[in-house]
């Protein structure tokens, strides 16, 4: 028991000494706050100003009122009416003389075969008794100016009908089957026409 007592003791006495110990330790101070206090916000609340407009742009009643309609209608009449157009030929037709161009017109008539050797000789046909007539208006005009206007035909027709058959050694005998009563007759109009004639228009197709 009194060794029981001796060791409460020295367990008490060890207590007693560790808390003196630790209060005799000299307290820390406290550190200083270095960061700047924070500053509240003193900015307040604005309340909405933004309040709604009511609308002003009010309908406007109209005032295009439709107009009554002005187009009477007009009763059909049987009355035909005048053409408006008052332009007026100023042209007057002339029978004047056209002086020939160099390149003839379509409407001018081409020769339709040779005239080699017979230049001078288009009054054979186509004077006033001639097979084929100049115009009325030709009279007085000589050969050589046949072709300032009519252009020999290249294209190979031919308005007269060409000789079906040879004529060598029978050049001369055109009337022996053209003549009158012959087999084919010449026209009426070729009557009186010598036979050294007939190649002129009439060519060999053989």
Same mark, same amino acid.
């Given at each position: ?20 110990? +630790? ?34 742009? +009010? ?5 295009? +009122? ?27 037709? +002339? ?50 100016t046949c072709l300032t206007c009519h252009q020999l ?54």
């Amino acid at each position: 028991m009194h060794k029981r007592l001796v060791v409460l003791m020295v367990i008490l006495a060890l207590l007693v000494a560790g808390c003196g110990g +630790t209060s005799a330790q000299p307290t820390a101070a406290p550190a200083q706050a270095t960061q700047a206090p924070v500053v509240e916000p003193t900015a307040t609340a604005v309340p909405a100003t933004n309040t709604p407009v009511p609308p002003t742009n +009010t309908p406007v009643p109209a005032t295009d +009122t439709p107009a009554s309609p002005t187009d009477t209608p007009v009763p059909p009449t049987d009355t035909p009416v005048p053409p408006t157009a008052t332009v007026a030929a100023t042209e007057a037709p +002339t029978e004047e003389a056209v002086e020939p161009t160099e390149e003839a017109s379509s409407g001018i008539p081409m020769v339709p075969h040779s005239v080699v050797g017979i230049e001078d000789q288009c009054l054979t046909c186509h004077g006033p008794a001639g097979v084929k007539p100049v115009p009325a208006d030709h009279e007085g005009r000589t050969v050589d100016t046949c072709l300032t206007c009519h252009q020999l035909d290249d294209s190979g027709g031919s308005a007269a009908p060409g000789i079906p058959h040879s004529i060598v050694g029978m050049e001369t005998q055109c009337l022996t089957c053209h003549g009158e009563g012959g087999v084919k007759p010449f026209p009426a109009d070729h009557t009186d026409r010598p036979v050294d004639t007939c190649t002129t228009c009439h060519t060999p197709q053989s």
